[in-house]
Each structure stands twice: as C-alpha cells, then as structure tokens.
C-alpha cells in the first residue's frame, strides 16, 4: 500500500513539473532573449545570454512611447471596470429586488446576450459611432469605456445577480425601517457586502479589458490613444523579425499583468474559482 | 421584493439603479445588435458612402462565398480539436493539484499564468517559439518534424493554432474543474473506497458524473471561445500560408474591412451568430440533462 502510494505520488510529481516547464518555458524564453543581441537571439534561442545587454530596454520604451501607451491602457482598464462594478451591482440589486416584467426580462436579455460574437456587432458599432454620429473622431476614449461597460455589464450582473440572491432581505428592511431612503440602503448596507463578489468580477473583468486588441484598434485612430496591445502590433509591424527589439517589447507589455500577478496571484486564482461556480 | 408605495418614487428608483447598465448595454449590443439586421439588406461599398437597399443580395454573396465555408470547416475542425484537448487537460491538471501535494499552490499559479496574456502578444510570443526556436532544436537534433518552421504547413500551423490555444485556456478551465473537484462530497468517495473502487472506478463512476456542471461551463466555454477566435489567429499565422488557417471571424474582419464589403461582411458575421447561437444552445440543453444530484 505505501509503495503504491509512493508511486502515485511520483508520477503526479513528474507529471506536474512536466506542465510546469511547457506552460512557464515560452517566459523563460522571453526573459533570457530580452538581453541578447539579434545574432546571439538567432544562434542560440534557449540558453542564457553571451553577455547581458540591457540597452534594448531603453529603445523600445522609446519607440514604443511606452509610459503614455502604458497610461492609455491603464486609464481605460481603471475607468472601464470601476463603472461595470458601481453600475452592474445596482442593475443586479434592483433586479433582484424588484423582480418586475420588465426587469426580468432586461435579465434575460442580458444573459442571452452572451452567445453574441463580438463580429456580428463591429460593423454597425463602426457605422452608428464612426460614420453616423462621428463619435470616433469626437470622444473615441469615452466611447470605447461606454462600449465596454455595456460589453462587460452582461457577464457581471449575472454574478452580482446571484450573489444578492442569496442576501437575506432582513437586513436592508431594517436599514429602511431606520429610516435610510432605498439608495442610502444600497450604498451602505448592500454595496459593501458585495466586496469579495466586486473583486472577482474586478479581476475577470480587467484581464479581458487590458488584453482586448479588436474593439480599441477600430474604435483608437490616433496614435495618442494607442493600448498596449495595439501598439504592440504597430511595433511588430514597423520591426519585423528584428527579434532584439521585439522580444523585450514582449516582455515589457507581458511585465505589468505579470507583476500585478505575482503580487495578488491568491486572490486572482481565488476569484477566478468563484467566478466560475456561480 | 421590496417595493415602493409612489410611482414616482418606484420609477426614479428603477432609473437610478438599472438606467446607466441599461444605456450602456444599449449602446454597445442591442443597438448595434439590432441596426446589424438592417445593414445586410443594404449595399455598403464603404463606412461613409449612402446605403442602397440590395434586398437578400448579401446573403446570397455569402452564401456562395467559398472561402467562408472553407473559414468555417476549419473552425469547426479547430472548435472540436481545442473542445477534447483544452478540457481533457484541463481536467488532468485539476486532478493533479488536488491531490494533497503540499506544493499544490504553486502549479496552480504557474498552470494559470499563460492566462494573463492576450491572445495578440500570445500569438507573437508563439512565433517566435515556431519560427525560430523549434526549427534550431530540429536542426541540432534531426528532428524532422520541428526542422521547418510549423508556421509554413497549412497542417502544422492549424496544429500550432490548437497548441496555443491549449496553452493558454488549459490552466483556466483547470481553475473551473478544481472548483468542481473541491465540491465532489467527500463520504460519496470515501463510501465508494469502501465498497471496493479503485482510483479508476472512482474516477469514472462518482466523480465524473459529479463533475458535469463543471464540464457544463467549460464546454460552454471552450466552445464559444473557439468560434469567436481572432487575437491568436492574427497574429499567429495571419491566416497563412496561403489563406489555409483563416478562421471565421478574421474572414468577416478581412471582408468587411480589407475587401471594403460591409454589407456582405455583416451578412457573414449573422450567419456566425446564428451558427453559434444554435450550437451553445444545444449543447447546454444537452449537458443540462446530463446532470447527476449527488
């Protein structure tokens, strides 16, 4: 019985540190690339760098324009998912509370409209804010976090929905018998209870926003705008196959994400898991 | 429910609370959603210039559109391969890191990291993996098989477009089954121990069928993640070598927007909704009745 035991365990070792190096090896390539020249890049892609260079750092937060298209992306990520969390909890709460016609079915519709591939809408998104009411042109920053609360909204209050859902009522009647209106109640009692549930649709919702390349680079023309990863594009385009700029380009535009996980990796994995059993 | 005695009071309620996810919502789906079926009746030669009614002419341009059928076929093809793949691994890892090994928190953390990255920068990271660094250890080794860079073979880069995706959807669906794992009722299992299961038996028999609500969300949403891949497509491979990995979405983007044909574009792109609505739909029906009560 030991030995059997011994064994399982040996080989869910040896077949967990084997998911460990391909799932982390295409990082480590990164990392010991970002220091080397193109010929050493070329000749030798997997070990450890002739001599260290960091000077291709300095390049490519220039010619990327890294701290202002850094700053797009962390102005759009930040706004974006503060107004999907303040605007799905109330839409949820009200839902959930006035269980009305109207807003069962604005649920409904809401939940359906899942299943809908981004595709099928980026023509006419292009054609009312681009062509009809120029808004691209006019306000591109503030449509394009208007366009991902509502994107967002969906996935959001369907978790905040059945989170309140489990909230018992007792507490919000007594809050109203004390006297505080239906907002007060909701911004004092309900809201701060919904913190766990905020940070997990948080977290979903910034990994998906700092990421997304189709809708910024129809909606971001001028190249004051760019996000991370449209700029990343621009910059593979403009430094094709000259692999010293562009893996330390990579790694640069990988590196925020990345630290930010280091950091809170407990709470992500942890959110991530919540949001996926509800 | 908690209502209030004014209607006044109710309405202004129902506006503070639902009205800002409701213009949003609005403004970025339903609007857009809707003004999508108009679009196809007309003839669109660019963003700017005036509509012309064109009746069902897209449609039919559609659907004698050889090259979104082949799009189509392919992303099924790729739809099924990354469904078996990305679950059945998934699972397997979930089922490893929970196992009781004291260092489980770790794998989940580096297992989950490839999820961090968007599928452009995941898609260029790749290949640089495909073009330059596997063909060197095909040439240092004589591997055959690696010498080429995958990316060249339209048979290759399809399977390179599946090994990204494993790679970067695999540590999130292990992140759904652990949650699932976690609540398979301990007694069942220990029961089932006591009976005389073996790890096998016990896999197949209780845990399982105990797991299709989780199997439920993955599918889904491997399924819908599959149909609406674009990001790694694009900057994987292009769609190349010779328009051979082309999937769906990037050919509505290509028709729509580089062969300036919106109308035809749209068309396609409803054509991929209702494909999409019709598949989820079916396949949570069906995994629904699946579910077993522990």
Known sequence: MAARRWTSLTLTYLLLIVAFVSFTFPFFLLIVNSFKTNGDILENPFSLPRHWDFSHFGDVIEKMNFLVTFKNTFVISALSVAFILLFSAMAAYYIVRNATRFNKTFFAVLVASMIIPFQSIMIPLIYIYGAKLNWIKTMPMGLLIVLYIGFGSAFSVFIYHGFIKSIPLELEEASLIDGCTRRQTFFKIVLPMLAPTSSTIAILNVLWIWNDYLLPSLVLNDEAHFTMPIKMKVFNGTYMNNWELLIPAILMTVLPILVVYLFGQRYIIKGVMQGAIK | ?294
């Open chain 2, 1 to 294: 429910m908690i209502a209030e005695k004014s209607k006044v009071k109710r309405l202004g309620n129902q506006l503070f609370f639902t009205g800002p996810t409701l213009i949003a919502f609005a403004i970025a789906v339903l609007i857009p959603f809707a003004y999508g079926y108009y679009l196809t009746l007309m003839h669109m030669t660019s963003p700017v210039s005036p509509l012309e009614f064109s009746g069902i002419d897209n449609y039919k341009t559609a659907f004698q559109d050889k090259d979104l059928w082949a799009s189509l076929w392919l992303t099924v093809k790729y739809v099924g391969a990354t469904i078996v793949l990305v679950n059945a691994i998934g699972f397997i890892l979930a089922y490893l890191v929970t196992s009781g090994l004291r260092s489980q928190n770790f794998f989940r953390t580096a297992l989950f990291t490839p999820n961090l990255i968007g599928g452009l920068v995941l898609g260029y990271i790749w290949q640089f993996i495909f073009v330059q660094s596997l063909p060197m250890i095909g040439e240092k080794f004589g591997i055959e098989a690696l010498r080429l860079g995958w990316l060249g073979d339209e048979h290759q880069a399809f399977w390179a477009l599946v090994i990204v995706t494993i790679w970067q959807s695999a540590g999130y669906m292990m992140i759904i089954f652990i949650a699932g794992l976690i609540s398979v009722p301990k007694d069942i299992i220990e029961a089932s121990t006591i009976d005389g299961a073996n790890a096998f038996q016990r896999l197949t028999r209780m845990t399982l069928p105990l797991m299709v609500p989780s199997f439920v969300v993955t599918i889904f949403l491997t399924l819908k993640n599959a149909f609406m891949v674009y990001d790694i497509n694009f900057s994987l491979t292009g769609g190349g070598p010779f328009n051979s990995t082309q999937m769906v979405s990037m050919h509505v983007v290509q028709k729509a927007f580089l062969e300036t044909n919106y109308g035809v574009g749209q068309a396609e792109a409803i054509v991929l909704f209702v494909i999409v609505a019709v598949v989820t739909g079916l396949q949570v029906y069906f995994s629904k009745k699946m579910e077993v009560e522990a």
